[in-house]
């Protein structure tokens, strides 16, 4: 969207921030291209990928898909930047975003990117030689790696913040980029979350309950369940570029407001897309309405993300089936009414062909009794954070499922029908992850501003600085890549790659700002009474469903070495 809203008065920026980035882009490219090259070399000789050799070296496949993630997320906050400027809305705390953002990623691009916490992926690990880094070396780049991610424009950068954040201007921390009518949306959710949910979350956590349903039912009230579903089935029509922006605004508040919204997202993504105009008809409306909860039912013990060797079967028993078996991680399970139920109805076809897709209802249950259902059993999994949904492990033992519940109304269609849903999937989790690094930043910028040592805030202290100066950058680059591949989602664009990406680098992003912001907080941190304790709880799960880093590192490398992908 271009339509871009003018409220915000900003000061001139410095002019030469988007010169030297649009300058030091090419060099990011080049290293790029040679690793490419590289990598094709060894892990697609034939011109295509090869399954045993992206096995036998994850560590150059892994570390060429961060590669390539760095390099687009540079891209797109480049444009983001010029978007900014072209409506007078750059300015001078989005130069110096930039500046961190684009210095710190080139430098990590010349020395070494991580990957997690313990792994940094470096150049010999790609195949590349000094000569192929020589294009880092150019003005632009030293500049930006010297001066625009230098301690005195961190410090400068971190001062910017502390003010935005005392503002109380949305955009304070720096512009989202967001035309009016996602502004006004943002700023509706906003407030719902900071009266609703903020003031309570940490308390919910702490009890390890389920969110109040009065707040599902506000959440209902403003139409969080229907975003995106389309409006001849009772939905708001929306595009995923919205659903980002509410899902990170909710996330901000609270990890498990934002994702309630998002089992509602993956059911009706299911049914819009592979379902029968009877279950459209059906279903859709009362998702959107939030009459009914949702909950996504695939994963398994001892699969994870290897759904080929699911085991769940459904038994055809008349005209319907009989579902026998085990789930495990299914989030929300309890007080939900309708499950998207992965099963295997061909045990003649071990792989993904014998899968089907069920609609799959259940009666809601209460505390007393979870599970209230023939044929099915389920127990708790106690988690460290995560929890305002809880998560369970399922039992299924004859469970009876109605014919006219087969998704689409064709059985082996499911394997392909859950991946059509993927990259929807993996935008809103980026999106929640962006919600969790904004929590965690602006808790450590409260706390940093509040903390008195030796005579001063500690804010003022330059590594305190520099950590918060990072953490804003870091979430402008994921956050830019993200809407970015949101908005590729909304043209009808194949984006599956970028959706990974996006996915890729918003939770490394958020984990690392939890983990600075906690660290900000010294040794109180660690004590439960303070909610950053709660966040980075809620961080660390990010990186790990909706396909693990490492499987979604794979995933982005595989499709970047298919011809016609890259």
Request: aromatic share 6%; glycine share 12%.
């Amino acid at each position: 969207m271009t339509d871009i809203s003018t409220a915000r008065t900003v000061a001139p920026a410095e002019p030469d921030t988007r010169a030297l980035a649009r300058a030091a882009l090419p060099a990011a490219d080049s290293v790029l291209d040679a690793a490419r090259r590289q990598v094709s070399r060894r892990l697609a000789p034939g011109g295509r990928p090869d399954g045993a050799a992206l096995e036998a070296e994850q560590t150059m496949a892994h570390g060429f898909a961060w590669l390539a993630t760095t390099v687009e997320a540079l891209r797109q906050t480049l444009a983001w930047a010029d978007r900014l400027a072209e409506s007078g809305r750059f300015g001078d705390i989005e130069a110096a975003l930039l500046g961190v953002a684009y210095g710190e990623y080139l430098g990590q691009i010349a020395g070494g990117i991580p990957m997690t916490q313990t792994e940094t992926v470096r150049p010999h690990d790609l195949g590349l030689e000094p000569s192929d880094l020589a294009p880092l070396d150019s003005e632009a780049c030293r500049r930006l790696m010297r001066q625009g991610n230098g301690q005195a424009a961190r410090v400068t950068l971190a001062a910017m913040l502390h003010d935005g954040l005392e503002s109380g201007d949305p955009d304070g921390l720096g512009d989202h980029g967001l035309d009016e009518t996602l502004g006004m949306v943002r700023e509706q959710f906003g407030r719902f979350g900071a009266d609703r949910v903020e003031p309570f979350a940490h308390q919910w956590h702490l009890d390890d309950r389920l969110i109040p349903i009065e707040v599902v039912e506000a959440m209902a009230e403003l139409g969080t369940f229907g975003l995106t579903v389309p409006e001849e089935y009772g939905g708001l029509g929306m595009g995923k570029e919205a659903l980002v922006v509410v899902s990170e605004t909710l996330s901000r508040a609270y990890i498990g407001v934002g994702s309630l919204g998002t089992r509602s997202e993956i059911a009706a993504e299911l049914i819009r897309l592979g379902g029968t105009e009877a279950q459209k008809t059906h279903w859709l409306p009362r998702i959107a309405s939030g009459e009914i909860l949702p909950t996504a039912v695939f994963t398994e013990p001892n699969t994870g993300s290897d759904l080929a060797r699911l085991r769940t079967r459904a038994v055809r028993d008349g005209d319907g089936y009989r579902i026998h078996g085990n789930k495990t991680w299914i989030t929300h399970a309890a007080r939900t009414d309708l499950m998207t139920l992965l099963v295997r109805t061909d045990p003649d076809e071990p792989g993904y062909k014998g899968l089907s897709m069920l609609l799959a209802e259940k009666p809601r249950g209460t505390d007393a009794d979870p599970f209230p259902a023939d044929g099915m059993t389920g127990g708790e999994i106690h988690v460290l954070g995560y929890r305002g949904m809880k998560e369970y492990e399922l039992g299924f033992d004859g469970f009876a499922v109605p014919g006219s519940a087969l998704l689409g109304g064709v059985e082996g269609q499911g394997f392909k029908q859950l991946m059509a849903t993927f990259e929807s999937a993996r935008i809103q989790t980026a999106a929640r992850a962006l919600g969790v690094g904004r929590n965690a930043l602006e808790l450590g910028l409260r706390y940093a501003s509040e903390r008195v040592q030796f005579g001063q805030a500690i804010r003022h202290f330059p590594r305190v600085g520099s950590k918060l100066a990072r953490m804003a950058a870091e979430l402008t680059a994921a956050r830019a890549l993200t809407l970015y591949a949101a908005r590729e989602k909304d043209s009808d664009r194949r984006c599956d790659i970028e959706a990974g990406m996006a996915k890729l680098l918003a939770a490394r992003v958020a984990w690392a700002a939890a983990d600075d912001a906690l660290q900000i907080h010294g040794g109180n941190g660690f004590a439960l009474e303070y909610p950053i304790s709660r966040v980075l709880c809620d961080a660390r799960i990010l990186n790990i469903f909706e396909g693990a880093g490492e499987i979604q590192a794979g995933v982005i490398a595989r499709g970047l070495l298919t011809p016609g992908r890259n």
